[in-house]
Nanobody, 117 residues
Framework: QVQLVESGGGLVQPGGSLRLSCAAS????????MGWYRQAPGNQRELVAG???????RYADSVKGRFTISTDNAKRTVFLQMNSLKSEDTGVYYC???????????WGQGTQVTVSS
């Protein structure tokens, strides 16, 4: 059973930085994408950053140049380095793993990020 555990959220002032981590376990499939989504109050969940099985990264326009997604060598942990944070980055951040063959999505429990002075 796939389990995703996020950590690293918290309260930060505008302009500050945070690094989110997501530890994945129970992955039995060999090809998968990983990513980070966020959901702000009253909004739908949206993709923030994703990294494909081949290592290609993509970002939402709103975070390009500020956020960086990466994984460890084993692709069992995915990170999101968030710099120059803005109030509009506030939300619950969810880790995602997508199995290429079945297109099944797996989600973590979410970690709260609050950007406020």
């Amino acid at each position: 059973q796939v389990q995703l555990v996020e950590s690293g959220g918290g309260l930060v002032q505008p302009g500050g930085s945070l690094r989110l981590s997501c530890a994945a376990s129970g992955i039995s499939f060999s090809i998968y994408d990983m990513g980070w989504y966020r959901q702000a109050p009253g909004n739908q969940r949206e993709l923030v950053a994703g990294i494909s099985n081949s290592g290609s990264a993509r970002y939402a326009d709103s975070v390009k140049g500020r956020f960086t997604i990466s994984t460890d060598n084993a692709k069992r942990t995915v990170f999101l380095q968030m710099n120059s944070l803005k109030s509009e980055d506030t939300g619950v951040y969810y880790c995602n793993v997508n199995d290429w063959f079945t297109r099944t999505d797996y989600w973590g429990q979410g970690t709260q990020v609050t950007v406020s002075s």
